[in-house]
Nanobody, 123 residues
Framework: QVQLVESGGGLVQPGGSLRLSCTASGLSLENYAIGWFRQVPGKEREAVSCISSTGGITDYRGAVRGRFIMSKDNAKNTVVLQMNNLKPEDTALYYC????????????????WGQGTQVTVSS
């Protein structure tokens, strides 16, 4: 069965860092583009960043560009989102999702979704 599991969330102070991981089972990430999305109660889900199946193409939304770095290790079937200089507005439930294409923009349709990991940025 296809499963995506996020980990690494937690409570951090503004300016701190977190590393989120998304590990896949039941599929090989080398065949999938991966996206990170986030959502807060009462708000629409929004894209954070996306990466191609090979890891060679990335797309970051303006709110996180320059602070977050997404990487993909197909050998470990894992995607990482390194989040630096965190701000309170980054607080959200973060999801990873997979799309069976070489590349799918953050506006693409993602087929598989994880359960999410909570990130809270507060002093």
């Amino acid at each position: 069965q296809v499963q995506l599991v996020e980990s690494g969330g937690g409570l951090v102070q503004p300016g701190g860092s977190l590393r989120l991981s998304c590990t896949a089972s039941g599929l090989s990430l080398e065949n999938y583009a991966i996206g990170w999305f986030r959502q807060v109660p009462g708000k629409e889900r929004e894209a954070v960043s996306c990466i191609s199946s090979t890891g060679g193409i990335t797309d970051y939304r303006g709110a996180v560009r320059g602070r977050f770095i997404m990487s993909k290790d197909n050998a470990k079937n894992t995607v990482v989102l390194q989040m630096n200089n965190l701000k309170p507005e980054d607080t959200a439930l973060y999801y990873c999702a997979a799309d069976r294409h070489f590349w799918s923009s953050c506006d693409g349709r993602y087929e598989y979704w994880g359960q999410g990991t909570q990130v809270t940025v507060s002093s």
